[in-house]
């Protein structure tokens, strides 16, 4: 299994980026997906969309940042707009294991090495 994040970057507040994490060695489309954060204050789930397509968010990106999939691309992406300083973090995208909820950390099987997003004037 490999998950290579991309799209990182630093942002003015107010700013949009897209993060990419670009899967291989499972089959992707019968796979829910997440993205979490790692930040000095903790490691926080973001956002996860299941293989149905149904998304979830967490409350302090809700309306924000929107999650996709494209399952012939073997790719999930998060859109992230209004940038705000507090989302400055390492964005990783993981696999959600089996019967366990897109935003239970502990339930993930595998993870991206990580992108770096930066938020500041």
């Known amino acids: 299994v490999r998950l290579v994040e991309s799209g990182g970057g630093l942002v003015q507040p107010g700013g949009s980026l897209r993060l990419s994490c670009a899967a291989s060695g499972f089959t992707f489309s019968s796979s829910a997906m997440s993205w979490a954060r790692q930040a000095p204050r903790g490691l926080e789930w973001v956002s996860g969309i299941?293989?149905?397509?149904?998304?979830y968010y967490a409350d302090s990106i809700r309306g924000r940042f929107t999650i996709s999939r494209d399952n012939g691309k073997n790719t999930v992406y998060l859109q992230m707009n209004n940038l705000k300083p507090e989302d400055t973090a390492v964005y990783f995208c993981?696999?959600?294991?089996?019967?366990?909820?897109?935003?239970?950390?502990?339930?993930?099987?595998?993870w991206g090495q990580g992108t770096q997003v930066t938020v500041s004037s």
């Open positions: 993981a696999t959600v294991g089996g019967g366990y909820r897109v935003q239970d950390l502990d339930g993930y099987d595998y």
């Open positions: 299941y293989s149905d397509g149904s998304k």
